[in-house]
């Protein structure tokens, strides 16, 4: 088995000290087992690891190779879209950085569990369900609507003041919480005017919310919430519920394997913590896609 590990410069800022420590942690490892089957990458920008992964491979054809992502949500991204399709090739997390939104799964204050080098390396990999866009795979969550559109429209705005009326302006925005849309979810007919739509593969989101309470990524199928649009307040409070891990009243909450969704605007989307703007999408599960690593056996729960 070849490993290959892709490091993240943005997810280590200024602190060069502990990505060289992550370095050290692996040469020594590898060195202490007497081994070379190893190489250090570094991603300098976006997708740049997809082609570093790509090179890989092609040097190791035939051998079964371990890519572990190192930083945050945005480096496992580039990752699971270097690996997707490939043969013989596992998926590993080294989280540092933004903090992981997959890795909830495994419980609470587990994600530091993925740190250890030794253990990763020595894990097994189990069965785990992506979602393919049609140009990008996913592994935790799709958003489209307003969620998305507070965090771009929001980023970069450090005046609290400023903040605070950019964001009443998108809470407000008809466009954005009234969206007519068309879906299609299995051969059914959904459309209508939603402020959020949710596609998730797995259960969490951010630090203590809830993508969908039930969504496991090793059943083959995807869980769609739908929160039908009602007035600004209403729409926020029905967000805040459903993040809890409760049902509000406007949602429709089902499961399906295929979701296709238009409009006649552009709609505003997130792909775990990619952004993007287009007028259709769809969504599909792809059971099984990738063997993704997990450390003391831990396995996927759906949560308490």
């Given at each position: 088995m070849k490993h290959i590990f892709i490091f993240d410069t943005e997810s280590f800022h200024e602190d060069?000290?502990?990505?060289?420590?992550?370095?050290?942690?692996?040469?020594?490892?590898f060195r202490d087992q007497g081994k070379t089957n190893f190489c250090i990458k570094i991603?300098?920008?976006?997708?740049?690891?997809?082609?570093?992964?790509?090179?890989?491979?092609?040097?190791?054809?035939?051998?079964?190779?371990?890519?572990?992502?190192?930083?945050?949500?945005?480096?496992?991204?580039?990752c699971l879209n270097g690996i997707a399709g490939l043969p013989n090739i596992e998926l590993a997390v080294v989280p540092h950085g933004d903090s992981i939104s997959f890795l909830r799964i495994f419980g609470k204050g587990k994600a530091e569990l993925f740190k250890d080098i030794e253990s990763l390396i020595n894990a097994p990999a189990i069965p785990t369900d992506i979602i393919y866009t049609g140009n990008n795979y996913?592994?935790?969550?799709?958003?489209?609507?307003?969620?998305?559109?507070?965090?771009?429209?929001?980023?970069?705005?450090?005046?609290?003041?400023?903040?605070?009326?950019?964001?009443?302006?998108?809470v407000y925005d008809k466009q954005i919480i009234a969206q007519q849309y068309q879906i299609t979810i299995d051969d059914q007919d959904y459309s209508g005017k939603y402020s959020l739509i949710k596609i998730a593969n797995g259960p969490y989101y951010s630090d203590d919310k809830f993508a969908a309470a039930g969504a496991i990524p090793d059943?083959?199928?995807?869980?769609?919430?739908?929160?039908?649009?009602?007035?600004?307040?209403?729409?926020?409070?029905?967000?805040?519920?459903?993040?809890?891990g409760k049902k509000p009243f406007n949602c429709i909450i089902l499961r399906?394997?295929?979701?296709?969704?238009?409009?006649?605007?552009?709609?505003?989307?997130?792909?775990?913590?990619?952004f993007f703007n287009d007028t259709s999408f769809t969504f599909?599960?792809?059971?099984?896609?990738?063997?993704?690593?997990?450390?003391?056996n831990l396995t996927y729960q759906t949560p308490q």
């Open positions: 060069e000290w502990r990505m060289d420590a992550i370095f050290d942690s692996i040469e020594q490892y991603s300098r920008f976006r997708r740049d690891a997809i082609v570093l992964i790509e090179e890989q491979v092609k040097e190791n054809e035939g051998d079964t190779v371990r890519v572990y992502a190192v930083g945050g949500d945005g480096i496992l991204f580039d996913v592994l935790n969550a799709g958003y489209i609507g307003l969620t998305p559109a507070i965090t771009v429209k929001m980023k970069g705005v450090t005046n609290k003041l400023l903040a605070f009326l950019n964001y009443l302006s998108i059943d083959g199928w995807l869980d769609v919430i739908l929160f039908k649009s009602f007035n600004p307040l209403t729409n926020l409070l029905s967000m805040r519920m459903h993040a809890k399906a394997k295929k979701i296709a969704v238009s409009s006649n605007e552009p709609m505003w989307i997130q792909l775990d913590s990619e599909e599960v792809i059971p099984g896609a990738v063997q993704f690593v997990t450390v003391n």
